[in-house]
């Protein structure tokens, strides 16, 4: 691992707003030139990346000290090709306010079932595990109605709501949504139950612990991570946490033991019910269960900010001044682990100390590459700028949960205008010769012409997901503005060549781990990435027509876009 200075100048831009000259990676100012370079700088991308993954900056975990260090390198980089502010008050940065809270788990936590032959003695973390709203402690009461996925929704039979009331009640749910939906619409409908669930006036869920919840993966990973992990979003100006599902309050997690056990003596058997989860749209009628239970929880609460980086290059066309394009990458990685500076135990016989456990995630592929991808693509326009205003935003908080970019595109921006496209990278793995790339999203709205244009002209080929299940495109920043009805898109490398095996390796091995380091990274390869990516930025950017959703897709119904006519 090796170590950069990080000058003095950059650190005071994390805090106060970039206002002189910008000291580049090597130490030297930098002066934008006069004519846009026509292709990405592969020495530009090593620095940025060099920089943005030193041991120095520790992990770049969202509200640290090392964060605002990481954001104020990308604001005085911005600064120094000539990208204007974009953030509020005539800086770099939108601050976004977060909270944050870990669970007090056993000490504050409590979980009693009363109306049926169920044990009186639960414990925490072997029984259940409970939890409420980020920076919350308190307690709920409310029968119990089971509801299946808890889906119902334009344009399927399915209603798992038909015939119950869930108004001040425990909604008992499945985990995930039906299986034989689109990956990507079961994604979605997976990571929004909870809002349909509010919804119709639940206060609380209640999840069960299948055998196909064990297959994935142990009860005991759930109680490690409710209990140890700590929890971030963005604040409401009341200081709270956001949600978009405010009436719900708290929820639980049955152990598998417990969650067969609930259901002794009701309508639907334990074993009926593994059977309708395992079958593609299968239903099974909702029901009272006769059951009330008593949920508590505790949490620690504390509020911070951590900025997105913003900057701005302005359009040439007065007509478009409004219609910005923006163009994300998360800053954000994991930090430090908790046994970082520790030795592990010698093994019996061994007369040599181990080595130092090495702790620090980098995240040189997740997400340094993308950051600096951003960056190259910002010198490549400020001297030759498309018809539409541009944002470059480096998002805080991706790793807790798509913080920064929620954010962002549920208030304002800090430009005024409105935004008609987003194009978010986040970790192209950059390991091996690239033959394809994969534009999650891009069969979804008009940009799907200049994107296939992009591709083609850097003697590339455009790829359909290659691992549909995993439903990707709602895991990343790019989803944020999705459900804000933004049509948008995900690019990353393909599986072509030796792509699959390379990816399987880097996710196997190295993500999310400190072996994500840049000995890592081709840089040749990362080049080539970034080349399509200005490629496409600039297309969408000079469209005669802003971007929509194409006719009838799936997500510009649910979340009110424009749709092509």
Do not use: C
Not at 120 to 135: E, H
Not at 161 to 178: H, N, S, W, Y
């Amino acid at each position: 691992m090796q170590k950069y200075l990080i000058s003095g100048a950059i650190v005071l831009a994390a805090f106060g707003g970039f206002t002189g000259t910008a000291i580049a990676n090597d130490g030297h100012a930098v002066t934008a030139t006069a004519e846009a370079a026509a292709t990405a700088d592969e020495g530009r991308l090593e620095a940025d990346v060099n920089f943005l993954a030193d041991d120095s900056l520790e992990g770049r975990e969202a509200g640290s000290a090392t964060y605002a260090m990481a954001a104020g390198y990308v604001a005085g980089q911005f600064a120094a090709i000539g990208v204007k502010q974009g953030g509020d008050n005539g800086t770099y940065f939108q601050n976004v306010p977060l909270i944050t809270g870990k669970s007090t788990g056993a000490e504050d936590a409590g979980l009693i079932l009363t109306g049926k032959d169920l044990p009186d003695d639960l414990a925490f973390g072997d029984d259940f595990v409970s939890y409420g709203k980020i920076g919350t402690s308190g307690e709920i009461e409310g029968e119990l109605v089971f509801v299946g996925f808890g889906f119902a929704a334009e344009g399927y039979e399915q209603n798992d709501f038909e015939g119950v009331d869930l108004k001040g009640k425990i909604a008992v749910v499945l985990r995930g949504a039906p299986s034989g939906l689109n990956s990507e619409e079961r994604a979605h409908f997976r990571s929004t139950q909870n809002e349909r669930l509010s919804e119709r006036g639940a206060i609380g869920r209640m999840m069960l612990f299948t055998p196909k919840s064990s297959a994935q993966f142990p009860f005991s990973v759930v109680k490690r991570f409710v209990s140890g992990s700590t929890s971030m979003n963005w604040a409401t100006p009341e200081g709270t946490s956001f949600s978009s599902s405010p009436n719900i309050q708290a929820s639980a997690i049955l152990s598998p033991e417990l969650s067969e056990k609930l259901f002794e003596g009701q309508q639907v058997s334990w074993e009926d019910l593994t059977k309708f989860e395992a079958d593609e749209l299968a239903s099974v009628a909702s029901f009272d269960m006769g059951v009330t239970a008593k949920v508590s929880w505790g949490s620690t609460s504390e509020l911070t900010t951590s900025p997105n980086v913003v900057g701005y290059i302005p359009g040439t066309d007065p007509a478009l001044a409004d219609e910005y394009v923006i163009v994300t990458a998360h800053l954000d990685h994991t930090g430090v682990d908790d046994d970082h500076g520790t030795y592990p135990e010698p093994k019996d016989g061994e007369e040599e100390a181990p080595e130092l456990i090495d702790s620090l995630n980098n995240g040189a592929m997740d997400n340094a590459t993308g950051t600096a991808s951003m960056l190259e693509v910002a010198r490549l326009m400020v001297n030759n700028p498309a018809r539409r205003p541009i944002l470059f935003v480096a998002l805080t908080a991706e790793e807790k949960g798509l913080v920064g970019s929620d954010y962002m595109a549920r208030n304002p921006l800090p430009m005024g205008g409105k935004p008609v496209a987003n194009i978010n990278l986040d970790m192209p793995i950059v390991t091996y010769e690239l033959k394809d790339v994969v534009a999650f999203g891009a069969e979804r709205s008009t940009m799907i012409g200049p994107i296939e244009a992009a591709v083609e002209a850097a003697g590339m080929k455009l790829s359909p997901d290659p691992v549909p299940e995993q439903g990707l495109f709602t895991r990343s920043d790019q989803y944020s503005f999705v459900q804000q009805g933004v049509p948008s898109l995900f690019l990353v490398t393909g599986h072509g060549g030796d792509g699959a095996a390379a990816q399987a390796d880097f996710l196997e091995n190295h993500y999310h781990k400190p072996s994500d380091e840049v000995g890592l990274i081709d840089f040749t390869q990362l080049k080539r990435f970034t080349d399509v990516n200005h490629d496409i930025t600039r297309s969408v950017a000079n469209m005669d027509e802003r971007p929509v959703w194409l006719k009838g897709d799936f997500f510009g119904k649910s979340f009110g876009g424009e749709m092509q006519e």
